[in-house]
């Protein structure tokens, strides 16, 4: 009579955990961390001594890195394995512009519409042409520099928008009862949308995990800001010289905030709808 062989694991089938499906951690997947229940989105992945493990950054920024084991991660509800992504090959469809907009190889920039955007600063001008530039160009809308919010009227007036020239203007620190809002109510029209962000100075529009930083200091009012800000974070007092550094920084809109997204890229439809060239 032969004896039966049993399995050295006596757990009863109906305890064992299937498999979960494994997921290459690809750049931007979003996930969320069984453990801690920590979402957000995979910006890389490293060997390490313990084994591999994933960085993640939520929508504020925050950077938290864990070990990639089986059944640590939830995709779209489902539970999986997060394993490294394999070495690809160069994705053959089309290529994106900083903004995120499709690009165009070989593409002319087109002749410029009578139409315009004025950005109040020169560092907003520069970080709209960092991100938008070579939207802007195939589109043929020239961004202008605005050196303050109180030239904006006779800017205005002298422009005489209409419906082939639309006027969009981008401010600083547009609140609710400012001298900002006062005189964007007073030149706002059909053929002019003047729009802006929260931010007492367009430094604060590129995200701190982007700089490096834990977040944008405060400045104590009747201090300089960007001086301020230097102070506070160590840097040497030249905002001339700090403002290229976070510049240097920002190499898509994933490293602006969305209030400023949403700021330029409405301004960017207004003055092309309906726009002739």
Not at 95 to 115: D, E, M, N
Not at 164 to 174: E, F, Y
Not at 262 to 276: C, H, N, P, S
Request: neutral net charge.
């Amino acid at each position: 009579m032969q004896s039966k062989r049993y399995s050295p694991d006596l757990t009863p089938p109906w305890k064992k955990q299937r498999p979960a499906p494994e997921v290459p951690a690809d750049p931007d997947l979003v996930v969320e961390e069984v453990g801690t229940g920590f979402c957000g989105a995979v910006i890389r992945c490293e060997k390490t001594a313990e084994g591999p493990t994933v960085t993640l950054e939520d929508r504020f920024g925050k950077h938290r890195v864990f070990p990639m084991v089986p059944r640590g991660f939830l995709l779209e509800g489902k539970v999986v394995t997060l394993v490294r992504p394999q070495n690809r090959p160069a994705p053959s469809g089309p290529a994106r512009t900083a903004s995120g907009s499709l690009a165009v190889p070989g593409a002319r920039a087109r002749v410029a519409r009578a139409g315009r955007i004025y950005v109040e600063g020169r560092h907003d001008a520069e970080l709209v042409e960092r991100v938008w530039g070579d939207d802007l160009r195939i589109e043929g809308v020239v961004v202008e520099y605005l050196e303050g919010i109180d030239d904006l009227p006779a800017i205005v007036r002298s422009f005489s928008p209409g419906p082939d020239a639309r006027l969009g203007v981008l401010v600083d620190h547009l609140v609710p009862g400012s001298k900002e809002s006062r005189i964007a109510a007073e030149v706002t029209g059909e053929h002019a949308l003047v729009v802006g962000h929260p931010y007492i100075d367009v430094w604060e529009a590129v995200k701190p995990s982007s700089v490096g930083i834990p977040a944008w200091p405060s400045v104590p009012r009747g201090q300089d800001w960007k001086t301020g800000v230097c102070r506070a974070l160590g840097w040497p007092e030249n905002t001339g010289a700090a403002w290229q550094r976070i510049l240097s920084c920002v190499r898509s809109y994933k490293d602006l905030e969305p209030q400023l997204l949403g700021r330029v890229e409405e301004l960017i439809d207004f003055v092309t709808v309906g726009g002739a060239a």
